[in-house]
């Protein structure tokens, strides 16, 4: 039965199922939550591991190599990453994307359950966490106050600020950046330490020992079950001071009589700058599912009522990420409306009917809002994808309406009324229709199933476009022809006659017929053309971005202090105050401090980041990247630092990576490459992580001397750690207060701490209870050691990131290929893609293999429909005429061939399909209905290329905004379209000739294979 006629004789049930659609769609789309990208887990399984105060090479070969072992074995393990500094290691396990991310983290959990008893005793627990692509900061807050110092304004942030804020619906963590934590120090000299006769780990020990609550079991008292707790916690600074701490000659002294005690701070670790002045800052990350654009604004609610509740307190929002994921939003939504107008003028313009317009026109809304329901039903969120994939098919989803509508206004030019025109075009036109979403079902589906980490995007990219293509097939085939049958009026019984340009394109097309060969040589000559541009085009992952927002990263020489980084940034910030589109600039030294429960990053204080707010895009002259290549120019001449010009949000970096398990002849060959890539014109800066030498002070124990005094290297190690550093975290002791435990650091003088001849003069505890002086036992000296160790895969890595510039990745590949020090690599050594150029490989395999599978999948969906094996192979004629359009618009927008651009490659596959089907199954039909073939292709021509026409101009016009550039950064959104655009336009004009002409030769091929097989 067909589908139409019944719609039309029985238009109810059509009617109900679209209204009921819509008020899901409508419902949906009010759940559903707004997002930059999708939400991915990826299988990579994270173990953080930290020993405090080892070094690099103490953790890797104590710690990292015995857990890379570890999970070496692990099922569909695919790489082990490992990033070792001092005091901290951070091993990643990556797993290939057919692992189940529970089952990792539990492979890997058991694993280091394994090995942990083979690991120093002096490690901390191993973390073990889940990589997911939702962790950065939405908002980032200022706080400042004349009523609290930087110690009680930093616990204000963490007790109270971050505490409100974990309450929040879709935060995942607060994270205070700068600021000061309250800490207990108790200073001892040397002098007084030699005279009682004691180390600064026995005081420190002892203080733990004596200054502490303790259980003591429990115990019947006058015939009742009691609990027996010791209560020997300190609960002020005087408590502390007046503790008498027992010594190991028998006696006791008073701890504030030999030590200096003051209620101060933690050493600073970290720091924020506001436009050049100290502050107190906090990030806040939503978590995983929830919306940045309603995590926000909870976020504002609750700040809002700190500045009512504390209005001593001066709370600022300096920075956030948002705007640009609203803004995305807003203007797709825009953009969709202004494509659907345009599309429905096109209609309009060619019909010359306003009922014909509205019978076209409801397509667009009624296939849009019940795709939000379907999206909503699979859990897909209003992102930058499905927002993109929705903007680029609104020209496709009025295109089956318009074929309809066209040819019932057609039929009703016969001289039929509009019920007899609607029964018959629907039916006439029907497999058409069918055939041409069933192409570009087939060409959107296999994105949502590409492999690696680009296809974890595109899920959602193709099921949104797959799921929009059938509703508005729905929307064509039950209500365009019930609504053309009853709204369309008979007023039309006469065929308008042909206007010149249709004069002019029969007599064209009868000359191809008559010259096959010729213009099968044109469109072949048009196609190999095309083919050579393509391989002059420049080649990235992701085209430059403009979110108004960038980053210059300063990384100074291992040994600077926290005040030098700081120094070194307002270098930086200095030289770049005076460039008119800042709006403004928050400076981040060293690592932040994660609040409320979750773990800390080492910090690295020689490192600093400075966050630079712009001003919107259409409010300056010239684009992120001009401005970020002035930034460059402006800090080239700053001397001792690294200076890195664009955050990862807005430049694609080039990435490799250098691999050999012999350490020596890595560190050359990567100082070699190092030299060469600095020789490349054009680019911005290198970095390398062959690690820069750290200064270290030595200590090298005399074992004969130390065994004949008594002292071990574990003592040795435990005093001078403690009097230099203060105990490890776990083991300081607490002083205990109402709503927290503040840390009791006990350790040398800051004046002794920087003396060496202070350190040699330490005296250690000997097993028989002597003090023995540190010279005795050991020598002192200066001297160096590494700052940082990269390992892949169980070897010894060496990372580079070049700064393109505005060099295309494909060039800049080429070249770093070609130098002589990658050339005259060392055997065991080996150079290998990493960051966006892997990415860029993995993506040009996968949009391959989703291309090959789209073309494979539209020919057997064409043979089904047609049963034919060889009028399929027509319809896909048109696909290399679409090649020479794209990548030709491509080189007049001086776009490259990008991920985005692909994704236009492979949309244009299904959308030119469509012209073609529209003129084999009209020659067919007529074929079949008497005609010859020469009669019945010219006759499709004349009655199909209007549709074709209307539906390419339709499609061109919802898609132009897009090209434009209107609206939110176009970065993304533009070379697709340009390249959809481009495909249509050369195609469309092509098609209508060489399509002709190969379904001729397509007729005689399979005429002379019949009689071949007959014989």
């Given amino acids: 039965m067909n589908i139409s006629s019944w719609a039309i004789r029985k238009p109810i049930p059509s009617v109900l199922l679209f209204i009921v659609l819509t008020i899901l769609g409508l419902l949906a789309f009010k759940k559903t939550n707004v997002q930059n990208f999708p939400d991915i887990e990826l299988p990579m399984i994270v173990v953080s591991v930290a020993w405090p105060g080892a070094s690099p090479e103490q953790l890797e070969t104590e710690v990292a190599r015995k857990i890379e072992d570890s999970v070496a074995n692990l099922t569909l393990l695919k790489h082990t990453h490992t990033t070792v500094s001092e005091g901290h290691a951070t091993i990643m396990a990556e797993f290939s994307l057919d692992k189940n991310i529970m089952e990792a983290t539990d492979d890997v959990r058991n694993a280091i359950a394994g090995v942990r008893g083979d690991l120093p005793t002096a490690v ?7 990589t997911t692509l939702s962790g950065s900061p939405i908002v980032t807050y200022a706080i400042r106050s004349n009523n609290m110092d930087e110690v009680d304004l930093s616990w204000f942030v963490d007790d109270k600020i971050a505490k409100a804020i974990m309450n929040v619906k879709g935060v995942g963590q607060v994270a205070r950046v700068g600021g000061l934590n309250r800490e207990l120090q108790i200073e001892l000299s040397t002098a007084q330490m030699t005279g009682l006769g004691v180390t600064a780990s026995d005081v420190s020990h002892a203080l733990a ?18 609990s027996i707790r010791i209560l020997a916690a300190a609960s002020s600074v005087d408590d502390i001071k007046n503790l008498q701490l027992p010594l190991s000659s ?77 803004d995305n939003y807003k203007d797709s939504m825009s953009l969709i409306i202004e494509g659907s107008i345009l599309a429905i003028l096109v209609v309009w313009w060619f019909l010359r009917d306003w009922r014909a317009t509205v019978v076209s026109a409801v397509a667009l809304p009624l296939s849009i809002i019940p795709t939000f329901w379907f999206m909503n039903m699979m859990g897909f969120s209003l992102n930058l994808v499905t927002l993109l994939s929705l903007s680029l098919v609104i020209g496709v989803l009025v295109d089956d309406a318009i074929v309809e509508v066209e040819n019932i206004v057609r039929h009703m030019q016969m001289g039929k009324t509009p019920y007899q025109a609607a029964m018959e075009g629907a039916d006439e036109i029907g497999m058409a229709v069918i055939a041409t979403t069933a192409s570009l079902v087939a060409v959107f589906l296999p994105t949502a199933f590409m492999s690696g980490v680009p296809g974890k995007f595109f899920v959602q990219f193709g099921w949104t476009a797959a799921i929009a293509v059938v509703v508005s097939l729905l929307v064509a085939r039950l209500l365009t022809p019930m609504m053309a049958a009853y709204l369309l009026k008979d007023s039309i019984h006469e065929e308008p006659k042909d206007g010149p340009l249709m004069t002019r394109y029969m007599k064209t097309v009868k000359w191809c017929l008559s010259n096959p060969w010729k213009t099968s040589f044109s469109a072949g000559a048009f196609f190999f053309a095309a083919i050579g541009l393509a391989m002059t085009l420049p080649g990235e992952f992701i085209p430059q971005g403009d979110i108004g927002r960038t980053a210059i990263s300063v990384e100074l020489p291992p040994g600077y202090t926290l005040k030098q980084t700081q120094a070194a940034s ?9 460039t008119p589109e800042i709006t403004g600039i928050y400076t981040a030294l060293g690592s932040g401090q ?32 001009q401005i970020e290549a002035d930034f460059r120019e402006k800090v080239k001449n700053i001397a001792g630092a690294r200076i890195t010009v664009g955050s990862a949000e807005s430049t694609s970096y080039f990435e490799t990576t250098l691999t050999g398990d012999d350490a020596p002849a890595l560190a050359r060959a990567a100082a070699a490459i190092e030299r060469d890539m600095r020789s490349i014109k054009g680019i911005g800066t290198v970095n390398s992580s062959a690690s820069v030498l750290r200064p270290e002070v030595s200590i090298h124990p005399d074992f004969a001397k130390a065994a004949q005094a008594g002292v071990s290297t574990v003592d040795l190690a435990n005093t ?36 060496l001849s202070a350190i040699e003069n330490l005296k250690i505890r000997s097993n028989s209870g002597e003090l023995v002086p540190l010279s005795a036992v050991a020598t002192v000296s200066m001297g160096t050691g590494a700052t940082e160790i990269n390992r892949l895969d169980r070897q010894r890595t060496i990372n580079f990131t070049i700064d393109p510039n505005g060099v295309p990745l494909s060039d800049l590949t080429k070249q770093v290929a070609n130098l002589p020090a990658v050339k005259a690599l060392p055997k065991g050594i080996e150079l290998k893609p990493a960051g966006d150029a892997e990415a860029n490989e993995e993506l040009g395999t996968s949009f391959m293999l989703a291309m090959v599978a789209g073309i494979g999948a539209i020919y057997i969906v064409l043979v089904l429909l047609f049963h034919n094996f060889t009028q399929p192979l027509t319809i896909l004629s048109a696909l290399p005429l679409s090649i020479g359009g794209a990548f030709g618009a491509l080189f007049i927008t001086q776009f490259s061939i990008s ?36 009669d019945a292709i010219l006759d499709a021509c004349h009655k199909r290329s209007r549709p074709i026409l209307m539906t390419t101009i339709a499609m061109v016009a919802g898609m132009l905004p897009n090209a434009l550039g209107f609206g939110a950064d176009p970065s993304f959104r533009a070379p697709m379209s340009v390249v959809v655009i481009g495909g249509l336009i050369t195609s469309t004009f092509l098609s209508l000739l060489v399509i002709p002409v190969v379904y001729i030769m397509m007729d005689d091929a399979q005429n002379w294979l019949k009689k071949k097989f007959k014989r």
């Fill in 209 to 226: 020992s004596v200054q502490t609550d303790a259980p003591g079991g429990q115990a019947k008292v006058s015939g009742q079950e009691q």
């Fill in 570 to 578: 307002e270098k930086v910030q200095n030289a770049i105050k005076d």
């Fill in 594 to 625: 994660a609040t409320n429960g979750f773990a800390t990053a080492s910090a690295d204080v020689r490192k600093a980041t400075i966050h630079i707010s712009l001003t919107e895009r259409g409010e300056r002259s010239r684009t992120q990247p």
């Fill in 124 to 130: 901390e627990e191993p973390i073990i966490s889940k």
């Fill in 899 to 934: 991920m985005p651009a692909m994704i236009g490659l492979i949309m244009l596959m299904g959308i030119v399909t469509k012209n073609s089907i529209l003129l084999v199954d009209y020659a067919i039909i007529a074929y079949h209905g008497g005609m010859s073939r020469i």
């Fill in 720 to 755: 001078i750690r403690v009097a230099i550093n203060g105990d490890y975290n776990n083991s300081l002791s607490k002083l205990n207060l109402p709503e927290r435990q503040v840390p009791i650091n006990v350790r040398m003088t800051d004046a002794e701490r920087d003396n």
């Fill in 250 to 326: 028998g006696g006791s002294v008073r701890l504030g009589d030999v030590a200096q005690i003051t209620d101060s701070a933690a050493d600073r670790t970290s720091g924020a700058l506001i436009d050049g002045h100290s502050a107190v800052v906090f990030d806040v990350v939503r978590s995983k599912g929830a919306s940045e654009v309603t995590v926000l604004k909870n976020v504002r609610k609750i700040m809002d009522e700190f500045r009512i509740d504390h209005p001593n307190v001066v709370i600022e929002e300096i920075k956030e990420t948002v705007k640009p994921v609203e």
